[in-house]
């Protein structure tokens, strides 16, 4: 299973990015997705995920600032974030589960190499 990460960078305060992330060997319509970020020293966080179905959470931190969404089509799934602040500066990962609770266990899901986001003040 692979996981690639893509779409970081440096973007200033208040702008937007959108994270794309393609996977592999897995069956990806069966999955729940999700994106977790982590900043140095600080706790690990589960962003936003989307079920099989199409539903949807998002982390109070992020949410209303960003959108979770997946084409099955393509094996991918996207995290478009708006409305950046500083302290989302982190690197994200993208992540894959057979179930939430799987997903929101980091020893429990694929993930695979972050995409590090940078937002200047």
């Known amino acids: 299973v692979q996981l690639q990460a893509s779409g970081g960078g440096l973007v200033q305060a208040g702008g937007s990015l959108r994270l794309s992330c393609v996977t592999s060997g897995l069956t990806f319509r069966n999955y729940v997705m999700g994106w977790f970020r982590q900043a140095p020293g600080k706790q690990r966080e589960l962003v936003a995920a989307i079920t099989s179905g199409g539903s949807t959470m998002y982390a109070d931190s992020m949410k209303g600032r960003c959108t979770i969404s997946r084409d099955n089509a393509k094996n991918t799934v996207y995290l478009q974030m708006i409305s950046l602040k500083p302290e989302d500066t982190a690197t994200y990962y993208c992540?894959?589960?057979?179930?939430?609770?799987?997903?929101?266990?980091?020893?429990?899901?694929?993930r695979g190499q972050g995409t590090q986001v940078t937002v200047s003040s």
């Open positions: 992540a894959a589960a057979a179930t939430l609770g799987l997903l929101t266990r980091w020893e429990s899901n694929y």
